[in-house]
C-alpha cells in the first residue's frame, strides 16, 4: 500500500485560482471543515495572470448598465448556446461578487468621483470591467488569499490551530476523485516535491482547476493548464459539454518564437488601440457579421468618436467578441497582408500620449520591451491568436454548480462548462470565478452537512490503483507488443510536443473535417505511445514524471475537443468549420456530450488505439421568456429556430 496519509475534511476544494479560493471561503464560512489543494504555490495559480478586469454591471462608468444588458451581451457572445440560468446568476450576482472583494481588501482603479473605474471591452454595451490597472488577477487572487489567511487567523483563535478548519496543500497534483458507488468519497493526490502519496477523504469535492491551453501549441496559458479537472471529472463518470468550444484570443504575441502566444490583453483596444494589415487599413471594418452589424461604427470616424461620446455613436469594430477578430486576423494573414512575423498590427502609439499609454498599460508596456524589445509607445506591437479559454467544460446544474451524474461532485471557473455558450466575453471569467465559485462552495457544504447516512468511505483498493496508475511510467516497458524490440520508453516530453502540434494544426482555429479526423488517428496513435511513456529517476521533484501523468489528462481532453468538433457541423462562437461555414439555427438548442467510454474508468484499460470517448447529443431547456423578452424579435430570428420563438 503506497498511501502514507489520509485526512478526513469536509469539502475538498481542487485548484487555488479564483474559483478555488471562492468556493473554499464560502465552504469554511458554511461551517464546512475545508481543504484547499492545488498544483501551483498558494497565491500563484493561473488567476493571477488575468490582466483586463472583472465583469459586473456596477454602472459606475455609464448609468445606462445593469444587469439585464449585462445579460443579453453574454448571451450574444455566447451565440445564444449559454447555460441562460448560468449567464443570469452571473449578471445578477456579479456586482455584489466585485463589492465584496472591496470589502476584504481589494483596492480597484477609481474614476474621478471615488468610484470603482469601469473600462470597455469586447461585446459589452458599456464601460464594464473593474480593474487595477492591467493587474486585476493579481490582486483579486491578493484579496482571497488574505481572506483566507483572515479566516485561519479567526480558527486559530478559537482553537489553537490556524489550519483546524481551512487548510491548504500546495504544490500537491491531484490525480483521481475516488468514489464509493456512485458517491465521492475523496481524491488521491501527491506533493510535487517529494512524490509521496495521500489521500484526503471527503463526501464533497470541488473541481476548480482551469482550462486546458497546454495541449495547444501556441497559447496564454499557464503550465497548470492540462485540463486535469477536465479528466478527472471524465473518469469520476460526469460527463463534458460543448468541448468544441476553444476560445483563441485574437491578439497573442508573435514575436520572438520564445513568447509566441503571451496574451496582449484586450485593454488595448478597449482603451482606444486598433488592428492595421501590412497596408495600413484598419481592416475590422470589412469583418463585421450581420448579427453585430446595427451595434458597430461602419466609419474610422464614428468609431473614434464613441470613446469621447458613447451615448451618440457606435463602438469600433476592434470590439466585437474575440471569436470575430480572431478569424479576422486569420483571414488578413492567410491573404498576404498579415505583419512581417506572421500577425498583423496593434498600434496604441498613434492613439494615445506616451504617459497615458505607460499608466493604463503598465505590463503590456515591461511585456514588450523586455521579451520583444519593442517601445510600445512609440512603434506597433505585432499580434495573431492563440489559445486562450476553453468555453466547454464539466457538465453543471446551473444553481448548485453540482456535476451531473455524480452526488458530491461540484465544479467552478474555467473547468465548468454552459456559462460562456460558444464564446466567452472578456471579464466574464473572472466574475463567473466569483460568482459560481461562491456557489459550489455553498452547495458543497450544505451537501456534506445535509448527508444523513454514514459517509462514503475510500475504498483501499481503489487507492492503492490510483497509486499504482501514478507509478506505471517508472516502469513503462519499451516497445508495443508487436513492435521491434530495443526500442526505449517514449519521451513524454516529445509526445507532448507532438499532441501541442497535432491540436494547433488539425483542430485549431479554423476547422475542416478531413484534418480533425486526422487529429483523432493522431491521438490514437498518441495514446497507444503514451502507454510506453517513461520516466528514469525518481519520485522527488521529478518534472518528466509529473507531465507523463498529465498526459493522461491531454489526451482525453483533446479527444474531446476533435471529436465534438467533427460532430458539429456548423460555425458558432469558439468553433469554425471551413467547411460549413455559418451558423446554423437548427444547432442552437444541441449540446454535445463527452462521457468516458470505458465505466471502468481506467484509459490504461483496454486498447489506447480505440476512442475513449463516447458523443451524445442532447436539446438544450429553452430559455425562459422573461428573459427571452429583453431581447428585440428580429435578432432572436438570427439565432434561435422557428420553435423556439
Ligand atoms: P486557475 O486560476 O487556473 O486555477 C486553477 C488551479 O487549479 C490552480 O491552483 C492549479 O494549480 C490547480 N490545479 C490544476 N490542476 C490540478 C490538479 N490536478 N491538482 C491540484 N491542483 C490543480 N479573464 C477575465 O475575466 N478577465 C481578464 O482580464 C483575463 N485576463 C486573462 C489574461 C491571461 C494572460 C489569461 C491566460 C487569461 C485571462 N483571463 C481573464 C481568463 C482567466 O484568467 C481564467 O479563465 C481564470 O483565471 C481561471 O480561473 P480558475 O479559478 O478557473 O482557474
Redesign the pocket.
Known sequence: MSVVDRQEWDVVV???????LRAAIEARERGARTAV????LFGK???V???????AAMGNVNSGDNWQVHFRDTMRGGKFLNQWRMAELHAREAPDRVWELETWGALFDRTKDGRISQRNFGGHEYPRLAHVGDR??LELIRTLQQKIVALQQEDHRETGDYESRLKVFQE???TRVLKDGSRVSGVFAYERESGRFFVLEAPSVVV????IGKSFKVT??SW?YTG??HALALLAGAPLLNMEFVQFHPTGMVWPPSVKGI?V?ESVRGDGGVLRNSEGKRFMFDYIPDVFKEKYAESEEEGDRWYEDPDHNRRPPELLPRDEVARAINSEVKAGRGSPHGGVFLDVSTRMPAEVIRRRLPSMYHQFKELADVDITAEAMEVGPTC??VMGGIAVDSDTAAARGVPGLFAA???AGGMHGSNRL?????SD?LVFGRRAGLHAAEYAAGLTSARPPVDDAEADAAAAEALRPFSAEGPAPGQEPGRPPENPYTLHQELQQAMNDLVGIIRREGEMEQALERLADLRVRARRAGVEGHRQFNPGWHLALDLRNMLLVSECVARAALERTESRGGHTREDHPEMDRTWRNVNLLCRLADPVGDPAAGDPARGQITLTRETTEPVRPDLLALFEKEELVKYLPEEEL
Request: aromatic share 2%; with cysteine; charged share 10%.
Open positions: 481542487v485548484g487555488a485560482g479564483g474559483a478555488g489543494i492545488c498544483k501551483s495559480a493561473h488567476t495572470m488575468a490582466e483586463g478586469g472583472i465583469a486585476t488577477g500537491c497534483t491531484v476548480a482547476t482551469g482550462g496564454s496559458n497548470e486535469d479537472g496574451l490583453t486562450h479559454y471557473g474555467e473547468v472578456g471579464g466574464n471569467s473572472l470565478l
